[in-house]
């Protein structure tokens, strides 16, 4: 499966050698930002492993990688929300390509809740599939990169935790937390050479948004409050994943690294 959209082609890519066989584990990478993660880090030569709730998609990208001559990426299903089913995943993915020395914490759901129909099993919900894997994840990895002498840990926040948006209390209050979390983890795991950083994506237009999303009156929103004409694609958070991930930003930890157009 290509990737869904793309703004300019594979082979324009800048090429991090220090990423060529080494192991990258990505959350929710069977469709959206996830995938063209998956597909750039194998095109660096990577050992990708990825996890999803959605089955299909994540065998057949798994295929379609390996179609196109990089290494075969390995996939199990796994729902993010139960942890022991994720430490697992990153047990097997381990045990499959070897140690683990990049992670991209990815998977999230960004569905509408109205305030006044939040419950508190709704609200636990939106923390577990939003920011808690976040931890755990990063929880498991740490004893390998640490054997390695170090790691890149990425973590996907939000632009929606500082702009004006309505109806997404819980994924926003999650987001905001995975930009303290990245704080925290690099406090403690710098120490071991492991880097966490967190990207913050503006509007990108994936599949799902695109389907769901992106009406006129999105489109007006993007025009108005862009610096920038072009819309937002996969590749263009996937160029900052990779260079969080190299080690070409060796020296750079504990930050946001914002991907938006200019949204004011
Ligand atoms: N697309 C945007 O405009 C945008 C903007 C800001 C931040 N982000 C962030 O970027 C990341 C990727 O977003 P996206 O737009 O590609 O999302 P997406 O919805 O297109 O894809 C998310 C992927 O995660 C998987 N997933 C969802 N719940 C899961 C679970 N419980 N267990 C395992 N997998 C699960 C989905 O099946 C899907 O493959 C997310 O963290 C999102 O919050 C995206």
Redesign the pocket.
């Known amino acids: 499966m290509p990737a869904q959209v793309a703004s300019t082609p594979r082979d324009q890519f800048a090429s991090y050698p220090s990423l060529a066989g080494r192991v990258a584990f990505v ?2 990478g ?5 995938a063209e993660f998956v597909h750039q880090l194998a095109a660096q030569g990577a050992r990708v492993a990825f ?4 089955a299909a ?1 994540g065998e057949q990208l798994s295929a379609a990688v390996a179609e196109e001559g990089g290494p075969q990426p390995w996939f199990e299903r ?4 139960d942890i022991p089913d994720l430490q697992g995943a990153i047990t097997a993915a381990a045990a499959a390509l070897g140690p683990i020395t990049v992670l991209v914490n ?5 569905k509408r809740d109205r305030v006044a129909d939040v419950d508190v099993a709704l609200w636990d919900d939106r923390m577990a ?2 920011v808690r894997h976040h931890f755990f994840a990063a929880q498991a990895v740490w004893p390998m990169m640490r054997e390695q002498g170090g790691g890149s840990i990425i973590n ?5 935790a500082h702009i004006d948006l309505m109806d997404l209390p819980g994924y926003i209050t999650s ?1 905001a937390g995975v930009e303290g979390l990245t704080r925290t983890l690099a406090r403690e795991l710098g120490p071991d050479g492991i880097r966490v950083n967190c990207i913050i ?4 237009m ?4 695109l389907d769901e999303w992106i009406t006129p009156e999105a489109e007006a929103s993007i025009a108005r409050n862009q610096c920038l004409p072009q819309k937002l694609y996969p590749d263009d958070v996937a160029r900052l994943m990779l260079w969080l991930a190299a080690d070409d930003s060796r020296s750079c930890t504990a930050q946001k690294w914002i991907v938006d157009g200019g949204w004011m």
Not at 30 to 34: E, P, Q, T, V, Y
Not at 78 to 81: E, G, L
Not at 156 to 160: E, F, T
Not at 201 to 204: D, E
Request: one cysteine or more; charged letters at 20%; aromatic letters at 2%.
């Open positions: 959350s929710g069977a469709s959206g930002l996830g996890v999803d709730l959605d998609s796994c729902d993010v929300r990815n998977a999230a759901n960004d599939v939003n996907l926040g939000s632009i929606s987001k994506p503006g509007w990108v994936t599949k799902r948004q």
